[in-house]
């Protein structure tokens, strides 16, 4: 398990926490759905990320569709009638536990202590389906994976110290990796698996990929599925190329380029929808200390210095007082996001995100916090919770390095 290292071209490509120009896009992070609020009056619209081509150029295009709360499964038949779809696949991802890694002979590789296993982002897909969305490069091996295997992204591969002939060893059973493909292939998730999903999941985040033979099917595949919803769940209709992976609710990194940046810890779930983190890996990597404005902060320690001057920031600009030092929550929170035991992990576990002004600015509230002072954030390299599907805003996460 790694300490971290600071990432280049990926992480400034993957800053998500905008509104995406012309498409109109909000983004969901760790809330789920509800419509989209008005925007906050005064906040500036941020950057649109600098997006990396994925390994291969569409024909016709290529679409996301995801709702908070899962597509239901009646949706990939449902699109795939629809003038102008050429074909859909579902892709359903849940959060999996490795136990223990080993080569071929069955040595192992790597293993965690006794009674903590590492958080694992898992993509279920049908390999047949999903081998035409990939680079034709990739797309045998894709094609020819059977139950119990797995390929992994090219970044999980590097956190799992290999790649071919692995055997990851989860709780419940153990998946042979067959390959490795790039991390768009994955789109940002550290493995994709033949279905079905595992028994042990309670819940998967069910999502769609549609390839339409032009754009301009964008419209009818939004608006038929708007109807097949019933107007109950909000949605969002995505094109290849608005953003650096098509996966389910990419307001912040994939779990995978967090590790790659701060370091993968193993821990294991406590009452109360929270995690206890390997102490090693805690005591190496979560210190505390006194920053402009909040005063102590117990966080990442690659993070203190670009908070620091985040706010140090904030302060010279003469906005400090815009931020309140007696609602400030946190940051270091290692937890479930929404303290779920069934959804993945908040990224408030590995502290990289605060929380300020928490009090003016409940969950799924028009946010209220300083529009000079989210655009000093986003400067800085990081997200504001307050653009998301469900506004957080009091949740500022870091999406980049300076």
Known sequence: MRDGRRWGGKIVAACLGATLGASGVLLLGE??????????????????????????????????????????????????????????????????WIVRTRDRAGSIVDAPPDDFAVPFEIAVVDPVAYANFVAPGERDLIGSLRPGELVLSRTAADLRHGGEGLQIDFRDRTARVTGVVSDETAQGYEALMAAPVPGSWHRADRFLLIRVARLTARDRVDRRLRTLLGGSEPLRVRAYGETPFLRYGDAVL????????????AARPVAGGAIQIDPAWQRDNIVTASIPLLGRVTCHRFLLPQLRDALQAVRTAGIGSELDRSQFAGCFNARFIGRDPDARLS?????????????????????RLDADVVETFERYGFTWGGRWLVPDGMHVEWVRFP
């Open 31 to 96: 809330p789920g759905g509800s419509p989209s609020p008005p925007p906050p009056v005064g906040v500036p619209a941020p950057v649109s990320p600098t997006v990396e081509p994925m390994a291969r150029e569409p024909e016709g295009g290529v679409l996301l569709a995801w709702t908070p709360g899962s597509l239901p499964p009646s949706s990939e038949r449902f699109v795939e009638k629809l003038p102008g779809v050429v074909d859909a696949t579902t892709v359903q991802a849940g959060l999996d």
């Open 254 to 265: 994939p779990q995978m380029m967090v590790k790659e940046a701060f370091g993968e810890f």
């Open 347 to 367: 990224h408030h576990s590995w502290g990289i995100a605060v929380d300020v002004n928490a009090l003016e600015n409940p969950t799924g509230v028009r946010p």
